[in-house]
Structure formats: structure tokens, C-alpha cells
């Protein structure tokens, strides 16, 4: 069991699930607290992972130096995503980031002096450690928390379920979306900050608007309103088949598949909105006691 | 002979574009949400239209038209399996939008499970010809002009059953308004079958002359990113809109292409399409259509 615990083989599963988990955390602040939509994100993996190994492998700036300017650069191209399309239809939002993930491929697959193109960027440093990767998943879930149950995070989900409500009752929908989009980009770089930092070698390939879609199909396996159904799916989602070794594609067509029998017959999603809280410690305790009868 | 060329493949290419955008507006226009499944339909009628090209080995025409019905066939079933039970029970517009997106994984990853990451071509050569263009050389390929016959043709048939059948009048009464046009008598249902059946055909000629021109592999829908673009800088939702922009899409595509090359060519047009929302977000047509929320 303990040599299990310390093979390489599960530091991988816990590294690539902490990847994963993040990188859903940033899509459920966006889509499941704002309702918009975004099929790009990728790319902002991409840029964390690409900038921060990009300043490792040709300068020698500390570590977590290039991890704030790969913050800073997504949280720039956040911005010029955002800016245009933020105060019109939601639908705008998806297509624009599904257009800015295939430009920033077509320009990482250009750009091979600096980024190594089309082959990848190799040679990155292996600065993620698992308890690296755990930490950070705790702390953003943490934050994350805070986030929903702010003044913020609530003008977010007053926004998603009427946007004209919301804007009448004097809430900037503009100024909250584009704030939730810059959040999610950051969070969302971390996660490619993690990953490259652990794989220590990136392509262009990998950042795909697949790789937004499954993160999307995540936050709904799990429930749009509950962050800790978009945890939970996150993990068993990428952790369990990473644990059996699904043949890659398979695991795809199940989370389709499973998504859409979700949509159709439970489209609130596995936890609709419940939220974990220490809370629900109590009534187990209670219904194992059973000494307050037949509780619901 | 440079404009000559441009002016041509232009054409062409733009011609495919409006396929896609136009199946995209389509469904857009009349269920309000963006339909990413349609790149998978891309994909999926491109295969289709391949095998029954190499292994049946059937006329080009033939295998167009074995795309064509096939794709039909798999926009009703996507309606069917995707969207009919969240359109039943009136849930929200990102239901389908997420169903959509989900509906694109799953049939560009089941064409990856069934026929790898390969590269395949159709075995078909069209060739050309040499033209005199006012004294210049070019080369006119045959692929090319099909591709701009049957892009227009489909268009053609397309506007004549929206303008001068009943279906049409359905069709674009459930654009206007779903209830009333349900309450005066149109079968909803039936009516959006035919529309993902159209939308299916569109995405099958598209698919084919793409697959033709650029190869085969499972990622090729992502092409339908061109169709998405031409309806943003036509205007969303707009068909006429998304034709115009369809087509200057294909010029500056093979401006670009003259001039930058295709590598960077992607990044040009993004950051045109994003001056576009920035400057005119109604895109080129004007039509706006804000959030109803």
C-alpha cells in the first residue's frame, strides 16, 4: 500500500486529477456562477503553462516569478477576450473563445523559435510536487468558496438566472461578468502552470476545444449550482479512469453520453444545489443515532 | 491575375463557408442557441461521404449524395436524441447549448475510436485547367468550381423551400415566434426536424468539398470555427448576413494565404472578428439580437 501511495503511477493520477480539478473550478466560476460559456479556455492553459515554461527554459527567474507573469499575461489576454463581447449575447462568449483557442494554437504552432511549434515545448523544469498540486487545489477551492458566497459571487448568480433582473435591481452585469471571466482565466492558467510544470513538456495539440468542452461537461456532470458537485465530478470524472487506464476516447464518449442522459433526465446535475458543509456531519451522526425517529 | 485568383478561390471557398454558416443560422434562428454540434456533423458526413467514395467506391455524385442523405439521417436523430426532450420540457437555452456541445465531442470522438487519427483522401482527381486571364496564366481547378456550383445551387434550393413552400412559411414563422406559429396550426416538431435535416445536408456538401480539398481526420468539423466567424461578422442569426460573411471570409482567407501564409492566418482572422464586435457587433446584416433575459 504505501509503496502504491509513493509510486509514480499514483503521484501522476493525484498531479493530473489536481490539474483537472482546478481547471473545472475556474469553468465553474464562470459557468456555473455567471452562465457564460466558454469553449477557449484551453488556451488559457495553454498560456499559463506556455509563458511560465517559456521564461523557465530560456531565463533563469525564479519559479514563482514566472508563475505571477503567466498569471499577468492571462489575465491581459483575459481582458482582450472579454472587452468585446462581455456586454452582448452570452452566445458571443463561446464562439469568440472558440475562435481565441484556435488562434492561440495556430500561433504556438508559428512561433517554433520561441515556443518550439508544432513538436512542443520541452525541457521544463519539474517544479510540481503532488503536495504542490494538492495545496493549491485546497486553497482554490477554498477561495473559490468565498468567491461564491461574496458580494460578487452573488451578483454572478443573480446575473445567470436574470440577467434583466439583475441589472435592474442596479447590479453592473458588464463589470461582474468581465471580473468572473478574468478570475476564471487565472485560475484556469494555474491549472496549465501546474500541469506544464509537472509533464515538463507541452504541445499545442493538447489545449484543443475539447479540453474546454470537458471541463464544461464536468461542471454540469456535477450540478451548475454546486461547487462541490464540480469538484467531486472533476475527480471521479479524470481520477477513475486515469486509475483503470480507459483507452483515452472511450472516457470521452462516456462523459457524452453521460451528460446527455444528465441534460435530459436530470438537468439540475448529479448534486443540483446542494453544497458540502460540515453541517451535514451532524445529520449523519443523527440518523445513525436515530433518536430523533423517523427523519427525512 | 492575382485579383482574377483571388476573386476565384475566394469565391469558392467563401461559397463552402456560407454552407456552414448558414446551417448554423438555421438552427440559431429558430432555437436560439449556437450549434456546436454542427462540426461533428461536418466530420461525421465527410467519413460517410469517404467510404462510400473508397470502399463502395461510387462516382463522386453518388458519394455526395450518400453524404447528403446520410447527414439528413443524423441531424433528425441529433434532434431526437439531444434537444427534442429539453425542447419538451422548456428548459433553459443552455441546456441546449451545453447538449450542442456535448452532441460535437461525442461524434468527433467516436469517428476518432472507429478511424484513428489517420489521414485519408478521397480518391478522387479532379484536375483543371490553364485559363488566359487577360494574358496571365491561371490554373482553375475543377474542385473548385464544383465546389462554388454546388455551394450555390444548395443555396438556391435552400432559399426557394424558406420563400416560395409552406415549409419555408412554417419554417420562418417558428423563427418569429414558436407559440404563436404552434397555435396557428404548425406541427413544431415536424417542422424542426426538416430544419435539422436541412442543417444536416448543408453540413454533408460542406463537409465533402472540405474533406476533398484539405484531407480527412476526425478534427476537420472544427472548421465550422469559419462558420461561427462568418456569422459573427454577418450578423448572428441573419442568413443573408452569414452568406455575405461567409464569402468575405473566403477572400481574405486566400488573401491572406497569397500573402502572410496559413500559418498566422487563424490569428488575422480572429483578431478581425474580435474589431468586428468591437466596432459593429450587429455585424454586416444589422440584425441585433440582444439577450431577451
Redo the contacts between chains.
Sequence with gaps: MIDFLLSRYFVSIITFTSVTVIAVIGIYILTGLTGLFSLGHGAFMAIGAYVAGVLMVNTNIPFFLAVIIALLVSLIAGAVIALPCIKLRRDYIALVTFGFGEAITAFLRQTATITGGASGLSGIPAKTTPVLAILSVIVIIIIARKFKFSRLGRQCLAIRNDELAAKSMGINVAKVKFKAFMFSSAVVAYAGILYAFYTRYVDPGMFGWTLSAEWLIMVFVGGVNSLTGAVLASVFLSGIPEALRFAAAWRVVLYSLLILMILNFRPKGIFGDKEFSFKHFGMIKKYFKGDEGNVN | MFIAELLFYGLSLGAVYSLIAVGFALI?NILK??N?AHGGFITVTAYVGYIAASIWQLPFWAALLVAIFFGGIIGVISEF??FR??RN?K?PI??Y???S??????L???I??FFGTTYYRYPYDFGGYLMNVFGNMMWISYLDVYMLLVSLITLAILLFILYKTKIGLAIRSLASDVDTAKLMGVDVTRIIQIVFFVAGVLAAVSGVFLAISYNLYP?LG?IV?KG??AS?IGG?GSLGGAVIGALLLGFVEIFLLQTIGS?????V???I??VF??FR?RGIAGVY?????
Design positions: 440559431f442557441f449556437s456546436f436524441i439531444a426532450r429539453i420540457t428548459g443552455i441546456y447549448f451545453v447538449s456541445i456535448t452532441l460535437g465531442i461525442l468527433e470522438s467516436l476518432r475510436i478534427a472544427q470555427v461561427f466567424i459573427v448572428l500559418g498566422f492566418s487563424p490569428i482572422i480572429f483578431i472578428m474580435l464586435l468591437l457587433p439580437v440582444d439577450t431577451k433575459a
